[in-house]
């Protein structure tokens, strides 16, 4: 696919949920898909659900089903497949979050077409940038026939929206139908601190915290951040798996990231190497994660936790 | 006598990630050597305890891979590790496959191996498609999906937790912040996450058991695939290393880490 020299090019977006405002990775991605081409919404929400967040400067249309269709319905994916049909999209993009992931994995089939996933970044020249392997690597790969179909990571760009008029609204002869029963669902636990993939600060939590994460809490209380952990701390339940960073667990790319009595392993790096600053406490001198730490401190975290706090609250007076 | 039921795991040869891992000259991995991927260890718990749960049931986990010959030691392990039968597909029109052709293979293996299977009892068998939630390699996580659009069966991805109750699958799953319990029946695909099980080591008994078990190659010809039917539709442009973080300062805790590092956070206007 060559997307320069077919002018300006077609780009449906699946948001394959709406709540009341968008999520910071379904502005990144609306602010993406603006700089490639003419913008057009998918969704399985409702038509007045969606409406409101989506007026946004630079959406243009928005299709809908008949009733809400909700992931894993792969309803949702014969939405999507009329949405492509009816928009003429040449680009199709999602937000990194397995819902999305389904949707346009099954898209491709149908289309015949490649499949990008967690893309860092999208070039209007068709080419689409990755982290693999762990973050070892960065791959830049492209369409070889058919229309692009990518998910994109949250954290790679500013999203910079502007409000605009009520979208036209569409709705595709499409119904729900579910090959499943919902028999249960249940909120994940809200913490009360900002969302991990988009929090400033993060302080993570590692097996050194041997179970106890009240000093970690007392230190991201006074960073107004938000709480990580390595898979060991997730495993052993000291802190729910949604805050677990890393290969198998959510990506961030906060401002400051503070590694507390992690080892520093390639997967957990994976979720975490490309904040802007990372400082590591970790009493093993030959801990990994001293690798890559702008600021480390070999110590044992129960002394210098403490101390970080109570310097924390001294500055502020 | 319930029908049999016959669980198809996945499970891919990865390179070990503890090692460096290299590229060839055609910016492919180089997979000449591997281990069976980790997360491919928990499909396989999740398959051993359903089978353990269904005693009065024949039931069968057939480990599956698709991969170069080497990959014959992921099935090994599988093996080891409770499986009871395992096939491999290698084809070398596979080498540089990407999501698509790569689930256009893995699902053509599943029919195979499901077709083939002969069971005790009369009753057609049920079956299960279970695998990881994303490849240790590839990381996409999409192929599950797509293994259920070329099946035509539903595919219930990134499970915390999977269990069979009266003949029906119950899997949770987190999808847009919240986890959703979900009952489908069979048969379907569902992906298993690190978060579902606590996957077991083979003892030596099992080890030695595993010597005994049957396992079977195909080539592309004997799943039904033709080359063309494989060829990857994502094209590669370039790989580059990640270039390494430049080395920061570490300083030994004398008594006074703790205020060095709110000293070093002022200086970088982060406090
Ligand atoms: C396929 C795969 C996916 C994975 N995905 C993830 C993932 O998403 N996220 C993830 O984190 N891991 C992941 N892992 C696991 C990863 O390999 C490591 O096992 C894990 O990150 C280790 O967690 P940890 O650093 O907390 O524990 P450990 O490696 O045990 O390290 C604990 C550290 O704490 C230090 N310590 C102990 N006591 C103190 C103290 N009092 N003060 C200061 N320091 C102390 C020790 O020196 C040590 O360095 C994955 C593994 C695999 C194979």
């Known amino acids: 696919m060559s997307m320069a020299t077919s002018g300006i090019s077609q780009v449906l977006v699946l948001l394959d949920r709406v709540n009341e405002s968008l999520t910071g990775a379904q502005a990144e991605l609306l602010t993406i898909a603006e700089r490639l081409g003419d913008v057009s919404v998918v969704s399985g929400a409702s038509a007045e659900a969606a409406a409101g967040p989506l007026s946004i400067k630079g959406v243009r249309e928005v299709y809908v089903g008949e009733g809400e269709i909700l992931p894993p319905d792969v309803a949702l994916v014969d939405l999507l497949e009329t949405a492509v049909k009816e928009s003429g999209a040449s680009v199709i993009l999602g937000t990194d979050t397995p819902d999305a992931v389904d949707a346009l994995a099954r898209l491709a089939v149908r289309l015949d077409a490649g499949l990008i996933t967690s893309a860092t970044g999208l070039d209007t020249d068709g080419t689409v940038t990755k982290s693999v392997l762990a973050g070892e690597r960065t791959t830049v790969s492209r369409a070889a026939e058919g229309p692009l179909i990518a998910t994109v990571k949250p954290n790679i760009v500013e999203a910079l929206l502007e409000g605009g008029a009520a979208p036209e609204v569409t709705a595709l002869p499409v119904k729900p139908a579910p090959g499943f029963e919902v028999l249960e669902t249940a909120e994940l636990p809200k913490s009360g601190r900002p969302p991990l993939a988009e929090a400033r600060v993060v302080v993570a939590a590692g097996r050194g915290v041997d179970g106890d994460l009240t000093l970690v809490e007392e230190l991201a209380d006074e960073l107004g951040a938000a709480i990580g952990a390595s898979r060991a701390a997730t495993d052993a339940g000291w802190v729910h798996h949604s805050a677990q960073v890393g290969q198998t667990g959510v990506t961030v790319s906060p401002q400051l990231y503070i590694s507390v009595g992690i080892s520093g392993a390639i997967q957990q790096k994976a979720g975490m190497q490309t904040a802007d600053v990372i400082v590591a406490i970790n009493k093993d001198e030959d801990a990994p994660v001293f690798e890559i730490a702008d600021y480390g401190v070999v110590g044992d975290l129960n002394d210098v936790l403490p101390q970080m706090v109570e310097e924390l609250r001294a500055r502020k007076g | ?271």
Do not use: C
Not at chain 2, 4 to 25: A, C, G, M, N, Y
Not at chain 2, 67 to 83: D, I, M, T
Not at chain 2, 86 to 93: K, V
Not at chain 2, 95 to 100: F, K, L, S, Y
């Open chain 2, 1 to 271: 006598m319930p029908a049999p039921l016959h669980i198809i795991t996945l499970v891919k040869w990865v390179p070990d990630s503890q090692l460096e891992r290299r590229f060839t000259q055609e910016n492919r991995l180089d997979r000449s050597e591997g281990i069976l991927g980790e997360l491919d260890e928990y499909p396989l718990e999740a398959a051993l305890q359903i089978k353990e749960s269904l005693t009065d049931r024949e039931v069968r986990v057939s480990a599956v891979t698709v991969g170069p010959e080497g990959a014959s030691a992921a099935l090994k392990k599988a093996l080891q590790l409770g499986a009871d039968d395992g096939f491999r597909l290698t084809d070398d029109a596979l080498a540089g496959a990407d999501v698509w052709a790569t689930s256009a293979a893995a699902a053509a293996l599943v029919r195979t191996v499901r077709d083939q299977a002969d069971f005790e009892s009369d009753d057609d068998a049920e079956w299960l498609v279970l695998t990881g939630m994303a490849s240790e390699d590839g990381e996409s996580g999409a192929v599950p999906a797509q293994i259920g659009e070329r099946l035509g069966i539903p595919a219930l991805t990134q499970a915390v937790e999977i269990g069979l109750q009266a003949e029906h699958l119950v899997v949770s799953r987190i999808s847009g912040g919240a986890i959703q319990k979900l009952d489908v029946a069979l048969p379907a695909v569902v992906s298993v996450t690190d978060q579902a099980n606590d996957p077991r080591y083979p003892n030596f008994k099992a080890i030695m058991a595993a010597k005994k078990k049957p396992v079977s190659a195909f080539d592309l010809a004997d799943v039904g695939l033709a080359p063309a039917e494989t060829v990857p539709k994502v094209e590669l442009v370039n790989v580059r290393q990640r270039a390494a973080r430049p080395a920061g300062q570490v300083v030994t805790d004398d008594g006074a880490g703790g205020k060095k590092i709110v000293d070093y956070l002022a200086k970088e206007r982060l406090v």
